[in-house]
C-alpha cells in the first residue's frame, strides 16, 4: 500500500484533466477531483504454536499537497495498534508540466530515504532512475522505455544492488485491440551460473480497453486472474500516471472504473494438490461526482479461509 500510494498515485495527481486515451485515440477531458487524504485500515490476525489468536490493528495514511493542481508532496504515516510505525514525507519537482524529481525522506531519522529521477523525450518517458538507501550502502534501478508510435514495445530493468548487477527486459506484442501480450526475460543465479527463465502474460481487454482477464505462464505453474469493474470513476486512474509508469494501462488498479471483482487461479505442474483460488470482491460508497469515498475489500486465501477486510477511505 505504502509504495503504491508514494510511487504511483501521489506521482499521478498532476492535472485536472482525465483521458480515456491508453491507445493512442481522442482525449476526453473532463474536470478531475485530486484526494487529500487517503485511510487504509486492515486487521491481523496471528496465532501461536498454543493457537491462540492476536489481533493487530494497522493503519497507514497519506496527506498530499497540492498547489496549483499539481501534487508537490505530502507525508505518510503507518501505525500499528495505535502506535506510529513509520513516518516520512515526499517532494516533488516538475519541468515543463513533467514530472522531474521526486525524494522521500525518513522524518524519524530526517534524512533522504529515497530517490526518482526522470527523463523525457518528446512527452514519453525514456529513463527512470531509482536510487535508495539500505544498511550496506545505496542501491538503484535504472528502467529504460522503448516506443513504437504511441505504443510502449519495451521495458528493460538494469538492477545495481552492491556488486551484483542484473537486467530483466519486458516485450510488449499488440496481437489484437483486445490482446497484449507481455514477455518478461528474467535473470537469474543458480550454482554461480547466470540463467535466464521466461515468464509470459497475456491480457485480455474489453471493448472499453479495461483488463477483464490475465494468463501468466511460466515452465512450472499458470496464474489465471479474471476482472469485473464498476461504471463509476476511480481515483487512481490519471493520464499522466503513464507519463511516469508507462506500462500502467495494463494494471487493473488503474483501468479507469473500479475493481469490484478479482478471482486469483494458480496452477502448479508439479501437482493439482498445490492449486488454489484466490478472491478479492469490492463494495463502494460514492460522492456526488462518482468517486469513490469508502471502498471495503473482502480477500480469502481459498474458497474456506476466514476473510480479510480492508477498508479505504478517500478524502477529496
Known amino acids: 500500500m505504502k509504495r503504491f500510494i508514494l510511487s504511483l498515485f501521489a506521482l499521478s495527481l498532476i492535472v ?9 485515440g481522442q482525449p476526453i477531458e473532463e474536470a478531475s477531483i485530486l484526494p487529500k487524504k487517503i485511510v487504509e485500515r486492515s486487521t491481523e490476525v496471528k496465532r501461536d504454536q498454543n493457537g491462540v489468536e492476536t489481533r493487530i490493528e494497522h493503519v497507514e495514511e497519506v496527506n498530499y499537497e497540492i498547489v496549483e ?7 505518510f504515516n503507518s501505525f500499528k495498534n495505535n502506535k506510529k510505525e513509520d513516518s516520512s514525507k515526499f517532494t516533488h519537482t516538475y519541468e515543463n508540466d513533467l514530472l522531474k524529481t521526486s525524494v522521500y525522506v525518513n522524518l524519524k531519522t530526517n534524512k533522504e530515504d529515497s530517490k526518482n529521477t526522470y527523463k523525457y523525450e518528446n512527452g514519453k518517458l525514456v529513463e527512470k532512475v ?7 550502502g545505496k542501491n538503484s ?3 529504460t522505455y522503448k516506443y513504437s508510435g504511441d505504443k510502449l514495445i519495451e521495458k528493460q530493468v538494469k538492477n545495481n544492488w552492491g556488486s551484483d548487477e542484473s537486467i530483466k527486459v519486458s516485450e510488449f506484442v499488440y496481437v489484437s485491440p483486445t490482446e497484449i501480450k507481455e514477455i518478461k526475460t528474467i535473470p537469474y543465479i543458480i550454482n554461480d551460473q547466470k540463467m535466464t527463465r521466461t515468464e509470459t502474460t497475456t491480457y485480455t481487454l474489453d471493448a472499453e480497453g479495461r483488463v477483464i482477464r490475465s494468463v501468466e505462464e511460466e515452465e512450472d505453474r499458470k496464474i489465471t486472474k479474471e476482472f469485473q469493474y464498476d461504471d463509476k470513476k476511480n481515483y487512481k486512474h490519471h493520464p499522466i500516471a503513464l507519463a511516469t509508469e508507462p506500462d500502467h494501462f495494463l494494471d487493473e488498479e488503474v483501468m479507469k472504473n473500479n475493481l469490484i471483482s478479482l478471482k486469483m487461479t494458480f496452477e502448479y505442474k508439479q501437482g493439482s494438490q498445490y492449486n488454489r483460488t484466490e478472491t478479492s470482491t469490492y463494495s463502494y460508497q460514492y460522492n456526488d461526482k462518482g468517486y469513490p469515498t469508502r471502498i471495503e475489500e473482502v480477500y480469502k486465501s481459498s474458497p474456506n479461509a476466514k476473510p480479510q477486510t480492508i477498508i479505504t477511505e478517500i478524502t477529496y
Open 16 to 24: 485536472s484533466c482525465d483521458k480515456d486515451n491508453t491507445d493512442g
Open 69 to 75: 493542481n499539481k501534487v508537490v508532496g505530502g507525508t
Open 130 to 136: 531509482e536510487e535508495w538507501l539500505t544498511n550496506s
Open 141 to 143: 534501478n535504472t528502467t
